[in-house]
């Protein structure tokens, strides 16, 4: 069994009914395995399952007493699946300039979409579709030279065996109930055991761990359980302390979330799964302005879609994947193999850096043209230009004082011409690795 080096930092996850937790994952022994995920910046999160059948909240529905369980349940003859085309999910996933996906492999209602040996309620099963959904997907990511992400509820809210059932609702108490907890244990953990053997999976991407403790979920033990069979797999932080990396959910995180390394997950609209009714749709400018701030604070974006049950995905999200293509493609080399920008206080807008800090990339916050100003720079600059079309761009270094070692302040002029429909970049090459003034202006 491996061994962890247990930190005393106490985590609160953002659910009001989370358990505080101990992280026992040291940064510095995973920081080799997260390089990709770091350099990733952009993955799709796919929610597909039998709520997408009547457009209703994934599995909360049915537990927050919006639906009954047994009409949730009779969505299964609506997945039919029959447009499906992987290959063309992950092509566009791909085109979105994403670098990885995950998908749904069981949601909290606990219906998979693969053909599980641990319980019949599955697609292949129990669905019009009658087939394992999650294989062609997973193969096909595989094919674009993605990385391939496993969303999996811990919690099972279908299972006879688990306690939760409806909000007002449990089945019985895990504590009291010992050898009725332990089945559950042997059934969840042997579900996992088949992510591991038939997919070996990247990322794991759990989910529901709220409702259990670390010791109930065995969270170490399935922790080794996926790194005995691929020790560079990359584990979110949904497994009470037992994760790599911190998940912020739709709120943007003002200051930095605490593990090194986070992912924000966000809804295109306001649902995860499919929801005909909801148009409130964000637009391809909000999203990549979003984008732009998390990869400037060092995190990722998961940006979610929600394909219909017959497996087509929603007009909207195509747009908003194929916008936010041609916007990562222009500007790629501001944004992959970057590192956080500039912290708070130089530029009013989201900044990143190359990795040597010799190029410091600025995402200009606004349309409008006019000057966008850098305080406290203490490079010298060698050039300014517009990613993606290297147009030159001016600058004047104001309120330089001769003997004061503070630096000016940089005024860059912004060519109207130069404007991106969605978010314009500038590059500016240093004389050498960034260097910033912090200090308080007079002789500080
Ligand atoms: C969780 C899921 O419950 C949700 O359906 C979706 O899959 C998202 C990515 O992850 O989000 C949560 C989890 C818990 C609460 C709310 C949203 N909660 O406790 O209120």
Redesign the pocket.
């Known amino acids: 069994m491996r061994r962890f080096t247990t930190m005393l930092l106490t985590l609160c996850c953002a659910?009001?009914?989370c358990l505080s937790q101990t992280q026992a994952v040291d940064p510095n022994a995973i920081a080799p395995k997260m390089q990709w995920f770091a350099d990733a910046k952009l993955g799709i999160f796919i929610?597909w399952g039998i709520y997408a059948v009547q457009g209703i909240g994934?599995?909360?529905s049915f537990h927050n007493r919006e639906i009954s369980y047994p009409d949730y349940m009779k969505q299964l003859n609506g997945f039919t699946a029959e447009h499906y085309n992987p290959e063309a999910w992950a092509e566009l996933i791909g085109q979105s300039g994403a670098r990885y996906a995950v998908i749904t492999s069981k949601?909290?209602d606990g219906v998979a979409l693969w053909n599980t040996g641990m319980t019949d309620l599955s697609i292949p099963k129990k669905s019009a579709a009658k087939r394992d959904v999650l294989t062609p997907f997973v193969n096909a990511v595989r094919g674009q030279k993605l990385k391939v992400g496993l969303y999996f509820s811990l919690l099972d809210w279908s299972h006879t065996d688990y306690p939760g059932f409806l909000k007002d609702s449990s089945r019985y108490d895990a504590k009291k109930d010992t050898v009725r907890w332990k089945r559950f244990q042997h059934f969840f953990q042997g579900q996992i055991d088949e992510i591991i053997t038939r997919f070996n999976p990247n990322l794991y991407w759990f989910?529901?761990d709220?409702e259990h403790s670390a010791a109930e979920w065995q969270a170490d033990k399935v922790r080794n359980m996926i790194l005995d069979r691929n020790p560079a797999a990359v584990i979110n932080g949904r497994l009470q302390g037992f994760g790599d990396y911190d998940t912020p959910?739709q709120n943007f995180p003002v200051t930095r979330p605490k593990l090194r390394w986070w992912e924000l997950?966000m809804t295109t609209n306001d649902s995860?799964g499919y929801q005909g009714k909801d148009t409130h749709w964000k637009t391809p400018y909000e999203i990549i302005t979003i984008f732009a701030d998390a990869i400037s604070m060092g995190g990722n974006l998961l940006l979610d879609i929600g394909p219909k049950a017959d497996g087509t995905i929603p007009n909207e999200q195509v747009h908003i994947l194929t916008e936010l293509g041609s916007w990562t493609k222009k500007h790629s080399e501001a944004i992959f193999g970057t590192v956080a920008g500039l912290p708070p206080g130089h530029f009013y807008g989201p900044s990143t850096l190359s990795k040597d800090s010799t190029a410091l990339y600025l995402f200009l916050p606004s349309q409008s043209a006019g000057t966008v100003v850098v305080k406290g720079l203490n490079n010298q600059i060698q050039s300014i230009t517009v990613v993606g079309s290297n147009q030159p761009v001016t600058h004047t270094i104001v309120g330089k004082i001769s003997w004061s070692h503070v630096p000016g302040l940089v005024y860059i002029n912004v060519p109207p011409a130069a404007q991106d429909t969605y978010m314009t970049v500038l590059k500016i090459t240093l004389d050498k690795p960034l260097s910033i003034y912090r200090g308080r202006g007079g002789f500080e």
Do not use: I, M, R, Y
């Open positions: 659910h009001a009914a929610h994934e599995s909360w949601h909290h989910d529901g709220w959910e997950c995860w």
